[in-house]
């Protein structure tokens, strides 16, 4: 079901990048902005390390798992990145117990 908003409907609002960001596997259109900033600024030149701060969707992260992990793993001075996707609240549990 579409959700007509003002006379339009939400399928509208879906632009060119929305579709292709579905098609590509990216989380939200935002990664294209951001694969166009680093081209144009070069933002990751030099980078090696960056820290995911758990913001939704996560498009972000997935351009950056891309971009630092350049050049191919199998080169041993390759980059490495880990990005956490998931967020506990939960305290690390004691490995000794309370009696």
Same mark, same amino acid.
């Given at each position: 079901p579409t959700?007509?908003?003002? %006379? &339009?409907?939400?399928?509208? &609002?879906?632009d060119?990048?929305?579709r292709r960001? &579905?098609?590509? %596997? *990216?989380?939200?259109?935002?990664?294209f &902005?951001?694969?166009q900033l680093?081209?144009?600024?070069h933002l990751?030149?030099?980078?090696?390390?960056?820290?995911?701060?758990?913001?939704?969707?996560?498009? *972000?992260?997935?351009?950056?798992?891309?971009?630092?992990?350049?050049?191919p793993?199998?080169?041993p001075?390759?980059?490495?990145?880990?990005?956490e996707?998931s *967020?506990?609240?939960q305290?690390?549990?004691?490995s000794?117990?309370?009696?």
């Amino acid at each position: 079901p579409t959700r007509t908003i003002m %006379g &339009k409907s939400s399928r509208d &609002k879906r632009d060119i990048y929305y579709r292709r960001a &579905k098609e590509e %596997g *990216w989380r939200a259109r935002s990664a294209f &902005k951001l694969l166009q900033l680093d081209e144009y600024y070069h933002l990751f030149r030099g980078v090696t390390h960056a820290v995911d701060l758990c913001a939704a969707p996560g498009s *972000w992260s997935q351009v950056l798992s891309l971009r630092l992990r350049s050049p191919p793993l199998d080169n041993p001075l390759s980059r490495q990145i880990l990005v956490e996707t998931s *967020w506990s609240t939960q305290p690390a549990s004691s490995s000794s117990s309370s009696s």
